[in-house]
Nanobody, 115 residues
């Protein structure tokens, strides 16, 4: 059973930064892609950023230039560095890992951007 455990969420003022972490229960190399999604109240879950096993990255237009996704294979961890945070970034952020035949989700971590 694959487990994804997110951490790093919290309350931050506009313009601030947070770094989210997602630790996998097994080797990260089994996943061909890992990603961060977010879901704000009353909205659909949306892709924020993704990274492949070859470290190719993709970002939502709304976060380009502010967020950076990275991975540390030795620590089985994916990170999301979030800078210049805005109130509209407020959401529950979910880690996602894809294998050929399965998709796994973490439990989510709340990010709130407010003064």
């Amino acid at each position: 059973q694959v487990q994804l455990v997110e951490s790093g969420g919290g309350l931050v003022q506009p313009g601030g930064s947070l770094r989210l972490s997602c630790v996998t229960s097994g080797s990260i190399s089994r996943f061909y892609s890992m990603a961060w999604y977010r879901q704000a109240p009353g909205k659909q879950r949306e892709l924020v950023a993704s990274i492949t096993s070859g470290s190719y990255t993709n970002y939502a237009e709304s976060v380009k230039g502010r967020f950076t996704i990275s991975r540390n294979n030795a620590k089985n961890t994916v990170f999301l560095q979030m800078n210049i945070l805005r109130p509209e970034d407020t959401a529950v952020y979910y880690c996602n890992a894809r294998e050929v035949s399965e998709v796994h989700w973490g439990q989510g971590t709340q990010v709130t951007v407010s003064s």
